[in-house]
């Protein structure tokens, strides 16, 4: 989940996924996974190969954040 939050967070704005892979560290394979499984779900949407996050990936992030704190205690 925090490397689907991470990705989500470095594509709040334009990203594309050559630079996803170097900033999130993970291999190309794994990011391709993630990124299609994102996407499907809505969370990013993609234009013109650049991975954008949506409203619908801002609030995973939201609620993701409320769920760390949670833990934290």
Do not use: V, W
């Amino acid at each position: 989940m925090e490397i689907l939050a991470e990705i989500l967070l470095f594509c709040s704005q334009q990203k594309a996924k050559t630079k996803t892979i170097y900033h999130i560290n993970q291999n190309y394979e794994q990011l391709k996974s993630h990124l299609r499984s994102l996407t499907a779900q809505g969370f990013p949407s993609i234009k013109k190969g650049k991975y954008l996050t949506t409203q619908r990936g801002y609030r995973f992030l939201t609620l993701f954040s409320q769920l760390q704190d949670m833990f934290k205690y």
